[in-house]
């Protein structure tokens, strides 16, 4: 006959037990949902009455004299759920400043992945793209150390991610590694132009790159290319200003829909001890007539000391106008794909608190006076003066 | 991780450690059936940056890691890589929120890490020297 006191003990047994079975087969490495997040806090202005500021091409209005928090602050919710060993289920939703001027989150990534063999993933579903080093993580402001990736780099590539899949393998090469990676997909993108969209997504993307990593070292050249679905929106404009046989032919010249977009680029990084140093380079070539063809550079020097990180940044973009100008509306409309600029960035990031940086940043840019396709608003002349300086504070912030 | 939080205490309760020479030795271990009998700087970089995930002779690491909260995690990545923890965890949200690799488990105390070592044939960690017994072999010493 068990006495109170074992039926007591008993039952703190049976409880003990109970939590180390829960407990026993969900080991730290075995986790089977996550949910973290990411999230910046943005105000930024520049000292121009000219244009506006963006930092890319998917925004619809940038930012102009007054303190603004639309370019920058965004927020990201991520989970993760573990089917077996080797497949893996993930979704990203992002709100940040859109093509339509609202904040409506959109679905950035949502996947299954299957790692048959741990040098190996595969996924399908939607997916960031990476072929330009670090263009997969432009979101995740805790992830660098300025505010922003290098606008002179980064704004050609608006479109984020793809419907589509990827394959990616790596390989130990003595004390090296090696990786590389194939991907297909249709665009999901949308940009904002006048007062209307430009719907691309659907657009047929493939590509790949391959990566280098030695010691502190790490060197990567990709490839993608892009096939346009559909025409610029420009009929609603040019109607009223053309009769209709020279809109068709208009329309006809200006035609992207079928046209490929190639983008070629280089990288290196150097990260080990307290310095980051990261050099790269693009080529964008433009089959269509509406847009140029364009190269950028981008340099980034970092340097940590305890909690600070001061940095210094220089990046430059230009594109080579086509040589054909059929008549001056058209030349018109080309002009707005035109680049030629250069910029300096200075900025200091505070890592204050655990997961939270603080980043102060001033970026001078200096430009020629036709170079209008970063920027918004552009002024009825078609030139500006070529000088801005954007000041900008963030807050950056990650949970996982 | 509600589990985790009522697992750990009771793993901490049954092994209450002393834990306070900081200047101590750091060691990189693995499990004594790995095969595995010394590495190189490069390849325990490779490793706990998750740049490749096997051993050179093919078994699959599973590295773990200790908690921010830890002195020794701080320690370590200074000694490895010179590296504040602020850039660790800014790596590791970069490679989590691009979907490519998830950062390692976190344990509380370097006694879990042995264990976790223990119980996992490819198991990787860390430990202070004084911590490091005959369950696990040294493969790598970080130097003071």
């Known amino acids: ?400 | 991780m509600m589990r985790r939080c009522l697992f750990l205490p009771l793993l901490g309760l049954a092994l209450l450690w002393p834990g306070s020479f900081p200047h101590a030795e750091l060691v990189v271990v693995v499990n004594v059936r790995s095969g595995v009998s010394a590495m190189t700087r490069n390849e325990v970089i490779n490793l706990f940056f998750g740049r490749t995930r096997v051993f050179f002779n093919g078994l699959e690491a599973q590295v773990v890691d200790l908690q921010d909260t830890h002195p020794d995690r701080g320690r370590f990545y200074r000694a490895l890589v010179g590296k504040d923890l602020a850039d660790v965890n800014a790596y590791w949200s970069r490679q989590l929120f691009t979907g490519r690799l998830q950062p390692p488990p976190q344990l509380r105390g370097s006694e879990e890490v042995l264990r976790w070592i223990v119980d996992h044939p490819g198991g990787i960690g860390y430990v202070d020297l004084r911590h490091a017994d005959a369950r696990v072999r040294v493969v790598f010493e970080l130097g003071h």
């Open chain 1, 1 to 400: 006959m068990p006495g109170p006191q074992t039926l007591l003990s008993s039952g703190r047994l049976a409880a003990l037990l109970l939590i180390l079975c829960a407990a026993l087969p969900l080991r730290a490495d075995e986790e089977r949902f996550s949910l973290q997040g990411f999230a910046t806090l943005g105000a930024s202005r520049s000292d121009s009455r000219e244009l506006e500021f963006v930092r890319d091409l998917s925004q619809a209005r940038g930012i102009g004299r007054e303190w603004s928090a639309k370019i920058d602050s965004l927020a990201g919710l991520q989970t993760g759920w573990r089917l077996t060993r080797t497949l893996e289920a993930s979704a990203q939703l992002v709100s940040r400043y859109r093509y339509d001027r609202s904040y409506v989150p959109e679905l950035t990534w949502a996947y299954l992945k299957y790692e048959p063999w741990p040098m190996l993933s595969l996924r399908a579903g939607r997916l960031g793209t990476d072929f330009f080093m670090l263009a997969d993580s432009r979101m995740v402001g805790y992830s660098y150390p300025t505010v922003r990736p290098p606008g002179d780099f980064f704004w050609h590539l608006p479109f984020s991610s793809i419907d589509g899949a990827d394959l990616s393998l790596s390989r130990s090469l003595g004390d090296d590694v090696l990786r590389g990676k194939l991907f297909y997909g249709t665009t999901t993108a949308r940009l904002p132009l006048a007062r209307e969209h430009w719907d691309i997504s659907g657009s047929a993307m493939a590509g790949g790159y391959l990566d280098y990593q030695s010691g502190a070292w790490q060197w990567r050249a990709g490839y993608a290319a892009l096939r346009f679905s559909r025409d610029l929106p420009l009929s609603g404009l040019l109607a009223p200003l053309l009769p209709p046989a020279q809109l068709a032919s208009t329309l006809a010249y200006l035609k992207t829909s079928g046209r490929r977009a190639g983008y070629y680029s280089l990288g290196l990084v150097h990260d080990r001890g307290p310095w980051l140093l990261q050099w790269m380079l693009n080529r964008i070539e433009q089959e269509s007539a509406v847009f140029e063809s364009s190269h950028a550079a981008s340099f980034l020097l970092a340097y940590r000391s305890g909690s600070l990180t001061p940095y210094f940044g220089y990046s430059l973009a230009r594109s080579s106008p086509k040589r054909e100008r059929p008549s001056p509306l058209i030349d018109r409309i080309m002009a707005d794909s035109h680049v030629d600029q250069r910029t300096t960035t200075l900025g200091l990031r505070w890592d204050f608190a655990r997961n939270t940086a603080l980043k102060l940043q001033w970026d001078g840019i200096r430009a020629s006076p036709s170079s209008l396709f970063p920027f918004r608003n552009d002024p009825s002349s078609g030139q500006w003066s070529g000088r801005m300086n954007v000041y900008s504070l963030t807050l950056d912030y990650v949970f996982r």
